[in-house]
């Protein structure tokens, strides 16, 4: 069993920063794909950000292309956010998940931690 644990979300104005983290325990995520989702009041979950065990492999979704930053450190057990450049539209709940491989589904999930980008 795997318990993710999200902090650092919070109130921003528009252009700021924020770096979210995801603390895992119970179990190593050392081998697990990690992502950041976010859901919207009134709309569905989408994956914002991924990342393969080894670091060497991420996906962002087209709308954070250039502003977020998905990074992991194995030995804290720890994937992080960083995201710059944020605007109204990335308000949202943020969750992170993890899943054994690459093109399973996530198994795992945490509370999610709010985002809101003030205009």
């Known amino acids: 069993q795997v318990t993710l644990v999200e902090s650092g979300g919070g109130l921003v104005q528009d252009g700021g920063s924020l770096r979210l983290s995801c603390e895992a325990s119970g179990r190593t995520i050392n081998t697990y794909a990690m992502g950041w989702w976010r859901q919207a009041p009134g709309k569905a979950r989408e994956l914002v950000a991924g990342?393969?065990?080894?670091?060497?492999?991420?996906y962002y979704a087209e709308s954070v292309k250039g502003r977020f930053t998905i990074s992991r450190d194995n030995a804290k057990n720890t994937v992080y956010l960083q995201m710059n450049s944020l605007k109204p539209e990335d308000t949202a709940v943020y969750y992170c998940a993890a899943r054994p491989r690459v093109g399973s589904n996530y198994d795992y999930w945490g509370q999610g931690t709010q985002v809101t980008v003030s205009s």
């Open positions: 990342i393969v065990w080894s670091s060497t492999g991420t």
